[in-house]
Structures are given as structure tokens and as C-alpha cells.
């Protein structure tokens, strides 16, 4: 894949969630920070190589108005989805490239305030792999509103079938979008309200915990067991905890969950899966609470390459999986690891945002919707090639609603 347009981008994301709180799709935001013109063409030729029918759908938010009618202008009904900010129409250049793209049924997404969103709502038709959109009247091929939602306006006006509402800011009001009124999705989520609930002490997940007793049981490997329980954070974090403990203290030099499972022993092992079972939820809400921390990781994961290096490479991930930890175990961070065995490097970002895994760290949080704009900073103090970070973003969230094992 060729590097030279990805350089002259800035990349962030926001994960839009589902009714079944599954990764939906994925809405890119695009910056052009510089004065060179980016090539449209050349930008969808990229996502494409990217993109796959399993990936999520992707919605295209773009803040050059240049980019943006450049972008209309060659956009294909089987492309991603663009999103037209609604202050944007007022441009006629823009307004015409919208109407020109309607008629081709590009898949097309206004996204405005709350109350300017009646006259151009219509309902989203959905394929499977792309956003596909039923054609209309003209300006009202921007089918899908997505758009700030605040719970005072929430309250007052009825919630649309097919619409996206961006930051719902708490559980109820999702659960009213999504389960009662069949909104399409909810981009970001109200992670802080939803852990409040439950007074920030999150089990593990019911279903994570019985995946990983049927792999046991079917004598899945120690790599499938390890990436398994790479993508529940609270289950890892719990298993550290119980690895490290007295009555199972391993010796030093142990530095992967696969050697600590080995040390362990999988009857052990299962034992204590059975134990956390019983404690363990099936509150959906959590779902997208967990799934962000594992994305947050697996950006850390190919941010820094570790190459061959397993150790460096486990490390990388753990130090992303756990940086929210004390929002979801509601310790603060130094009290809720000080019983885990980490390496110094990992310690020094966690607890003190210092070490060489704090920048990535902070990187991996930037690219998430609304702190894009520390990314050229952070990149060029690191002597990060654009490209690349965007190219390894690009590859982690077409495979975010959920991760192989990474080959190697």
C-alpha cells in the first residue's frame, strides 16, 4: 500500500455500537493538516485494500471541505459511507457534489444538531459490509442523521428508526435508542455512566469466561487460550492477580499469560474459570466497554511493533488493555496494580505516564474521537512517519469487531 496520501492525513476514530452493542461501524475522521492537496481517488483506492465485507461499515467524516467535495466527487455506491457535516451545505460547491453523489446512491450520512435534523431524515436501508441507502428526494439522500443527542432533547422528541446519535451521554437514553425506539447506532458510548451503575467494580464477562472453558475443554492451545483472554480485560486482569497471588506465586521469569497458564496448569486453570463464572454478567451494556480497551490495545500492539520480540510484544498489549483499569475495577491505577507481576516499562506508563510505552500509549488514546489534533505533535516528537500510524490504525479498525491471532 502505497504510504504517499496516508502522510498527508490526520486519522481519528469513534466506534458506532449496535442493539446487540457489537461493533457496527467504524466513523474515520479526516484532517488535512497541510496545504497539499490529498488525492480523493487515490484515499479510496487506499481504504479499499483496507476495508473487507468482514470489517465493519465505515462512515467517512471529513474536515477539509476541499478533501470533502473531492471525495463526493469520485465516491462509488459500494464505497464507504460520508458523513456531510450540515454547516458544510451551506457551500454550494458541496450542496452540488451531495446532490451529484445522491444520484450515483452513494451511501450518505447528515450529521447535524438535534433540532435541524426533520427535513433531511429518512430511513437507512443496511447491507451487510456497506451502507446502502433506499434513494429519495435530493438533499435527503443523506439518509441516516448522526448527530450530538443531549438527554433534554432526547426526552422531548421521539427517537428514529435508522438514525445514529452521537453522545448520548448516559445508559438510559441508549438503552432508549437502541432497544426501544430501533435506532441503527450510537456512536462513542457513556462508558463513565454505565460503570457508575455499578459503582465501577465490572465482572467478567459470561460469555468471554464460558468461550474460554470450551476452548479448555477442547484442548484449544496455550496461543488461543492467551488471545482469548486477551479480549476480556477484566478476566486478564483478574487471572494476573490470581497468578501472582501467595498460594500461587510463580517464580521470576515468567513474563507471558501462555507460560503462566503452562506453570498453572490447565486444570487449574479451569478451576479458576468455573470460580469466575459465578460472578460473571451478561450486561450487554458492558460489551462496548470492553471492546474499546481491547482496540486501545491492539493499537498500542501495532503502534510499536515488538517484530518477533513475544515478550516485548505481550507486554505492548497488556500495557493497552490495562490503561483503563481503574475506571472499570474503581481502584486508583497504583493500588489497582501494585499485586500484578509487570515489567518497569509497563508500570512507568500506567502509573506515571513515563517510560518508552508512554507515548504509544498516548497516541493509541489520541486517535480516539475527539483528541486527533495532538496526533501530528505526538508523532513527529517520536519521529513517527505519519503513514504508517495511519496505515496501522487503517488495519486494526477493519479488524475491530474482533482479532485473530496476530500471525507472526
Same mark, same amino acid.
Not at 200 to 215: E, F, K, Q, T, Y
Not at 270 to 298: F, H, I, K
Not at 310 to 325: K, P
Not at 346 to 371: D, I, N, T
Given at each position: ?20 452493542? +457489537? ?7 479526516? =484532517? ?23 470489517? #465493519? ?8 471541505? &476541499? ?5 463526493? @466527487?469520485?465516491?462509488?455506491?459500494? =464505497? ?8 458544510? /451545505? ?5 450542496? +452540488?457534489?451531495?446532490? =451529484? ?5 452513494? *451511501? ?35 439518509? &441516516?442523521?448522526?448527530? #450530538? ?6 426526552? @422531548?422528541? *421521539?427517537? /428514529? $428508526? ?9 445508559? &438510559? ?6 432497544? +426501544? ?8 458510548? #457513556? ?11 465490572? $465482572? ?129 491505577? *497504583? ?38 489534533? @495532538? ?8 519521529? /513517527? ?13 477493519? +479488524?475491530?469487531?474482533?482479532? #485473530?491471532?496476530?500471525?507472526?
Amino acid at each position: 500500500m502505497s504510504p504517499s496520501v496516508l502522510g498527508h492525513l490526520t486519522l481519528g476514530y469513534q466506534l458506532v455500537w449496535n442493539r446487540l452493542r +457489537q461493533i457496527a461501524a467504524v466513523q474515520l475522521f479526516i =484532517g488535512s493538516p497541510g496545504e497539499a492537496p490529498v488525492d480523493a481517488e487515490h484515499l479510496l483506492r487506499t481504504l479499499k485494500q483496507t476495508w473487507s465485507l468482514q470489517s #465493519p461499515a465505515l462512515i467517512l467524516s471529513v474536515q477539509s471541505p &476541499a478533501l470533502l467535495i473531492d471525495l463526493l @466527487a469520485h465516491a462509488v455506491s459500494t =464505497g464507504p459511507a460520508i458523513a456531510v457535516q450540515s454547516s458544510m /451545505l451551506a457551500d454550494p460547491a458541496i450542496a +452540488q457534489r451531495v446532490h =451529484g453523489a445522491h444520484r450515483r446512491q452513494v *451511501p450518505l450520512f447528515w450529521r447535524g444538531q438535534h433540532a435541524e435534523r426533520e427535513s433531511l431524515y429518512a430511513p437507512m436501508d443496511f447491507q451487510p459490509g456497506m451502507v446502502s441507502l433506499t434513494p429519495g428526494e435530493v438533499l435527503q439522500g443523506a439518509r &441516516a442523521a448522526l448527530h #450530538p443527542d443531549r438527554a433534554q432533547q432526547a426526552a @422531548a422528541s *421521539p427517537v /428514529l $428508526p435508522g438514525q445514529i446519535y452521537e453522545g448520548v451521554p448516559n445508559r &438510559a437514553l441508549v438503552e432508549h435508542c437502541l432497544d +426501544q425506539r430501533g435506532a441503527w447506532g450510537v456512536a462513542g458510548w #457513556p462508558a463513565e455512566d454505565v460503570l457508575q451503575a455499578i459503582h465501577h467494580r465490572m $465482572p467478567p464477562d459470561r460469555r468471554s469466561v464460558n468461550g474460554l472453558l470450551a476452548a479448555t475443554d477442547a484442548d484449544a492451545s496455550l496461543e488461543v487460550l492467551e488471545n482469548l483472554l486477551a479480549e476480556e480485560p477484566v478476566l486478564a486482569y483478574r487471572f494476573l492477580r490470581f497468578a501472582n497471588s501467595e498460594d500461587f506465586k510463580l517464580c521470576e521469569g515468567i513474563d507471558s499469560t501462555r507460560q503462566r497458564m503452562m506453570v498453572l496448569g490447565l486444570s487449574r486453570f479451569r478451576s479458576w474459570l468455573v470460580e469466575q463464572a459465578a460472578g460473571a454478567t451478561e450486561d450487554v451494556n458492558l460489551l462496548p466497554v470492553r471492546r474499546a480497551m481491547v482496540v486501545r490495545a491492539r493499537l498500542m500492539e501495532h503502534l510499536l511493533d515488538a517484530g518477533d520480540a513475544e515478550r516485548l510484544r505481550h507486554e505492548v498489549v497488556l500495557c493497552g488493555l490495562l490503561s483503563n483499569i481503574d475506571m472499570v475495577v474503581g481502584e486508583p491505577m *497504583p493500588q489497582a496494580l501494585q499485586s500484578l507481576p509487570l515489567s518497569e516499562r509497563v508500570l512507568e506508563a500506567l502509573v506515571s505516564r513515563s517510560g518508552p510505552y508512554a507515548p504509544y500509549l498516548e497516541l493509541a488514546a489520541a486517535l480516539e474521537y475527539p483528541g486527533m489534533s @495532538a496526533v501530528p505533535a505526538l508523532c513527529e516528537a517520536q519521529e /513517527l512517519d505519519i503513514a504508517v500510524v495511519n496505515r496501522e490504525v487503517l488495519r486494526v479498525l477493519s +479488524q475491530s469487531q474482533r482479532y #485473530p491471532a496476530r500471525a507472526r
